[in-house]
């Protein structure tokens, strides 16, 4: 009788640790893959490091609509010999409880030109698709939000919310430490 018991208590137990620890994590693309995509192959990727100050982090803040959680930020430029192709940079942000990391591509005038979802550890049906990503390119950062036209997604609210917030940070530090110090 012990024994039945005992193996009642071990099924339900495994039939538990499944329900609650779901394998939704996916991850997309390495870094140097990340990097082919936002810049084409053998393309030259330099780090562009950025320590903004305290007034810096203000602006950016006031324009990101975030609160920073960094006073370091990275910028991965690409270029064809002296020419810089674009900036790119790899966010990572929470989404309900898990990360979801993207990378925010812009052009050398700081347009968005691309966003890819390097990973994603939420449930897949959280995650927003790649065509959601279409309608914020090329919209300036005043107008990346969802009060002004930009579209949410039923049942990826929270997801499209980080997008978006990764999206402006990137979008602002490019404007107040790159774009007006002829980093470009």
């Given at each position: 009788m012990k024994t039945i018991r005992q193996r009642g208590f071990f099924i339900l137990f495994i039939l538990l640790l499944g329900?609650?620890?779901p394998s939704?994590?996916?991850?997309f693309y390495s870094k140097?893959?990340?990097m082919e995509l936002a810049f084409g192959k053998g393309t030259q990727v330099?780090?562009?490091s950025l320590f903004p100050?305290?007034?810096?982090?203000?602006?950016i803040e006031e324009l990101a609509k975030v609160k920073l959680e960094s006073g370091l930020f990275t910028f991965y430029v690409g270029k064809d010999k002296?020419?810089?192709?674009g900036y790119a940079a790899i966010e990572t942000g929470t989404v309900r409880t898990k990360p979801e990391t993207l990378m925010i591509v812009l052009t050398p005038d700081g347009e968005l030109r691309n966003v890819t979802t390097l990973a994603f550890h939420e449930p897949p049906e959280y995650q927003p698709p790649e065509r959601w990503f279409d309608q914020l390119y090329k919209r300036p950062l005043a107008e990346?939000?969802?009060n002004k036209g930009v579209d949410g997604i039923s049942g990826a609210t929270l997801s499209t919310r980080a997008a978006i917030n990764s999206i402006r940070k990137v979008m602002a530090i490019y404007?107040?430490?790159v774009k007006d110090q002829g980093k470009n």
């Open positions: 329900a609650v620890t939704f994590a996916k991850i140097n893959e990340a330099d780090l562009l100050d305290e007034h810096q982090i203000a602006k002296d020419k810089v192709l990346m939000d969802f404007q107040v430490l």
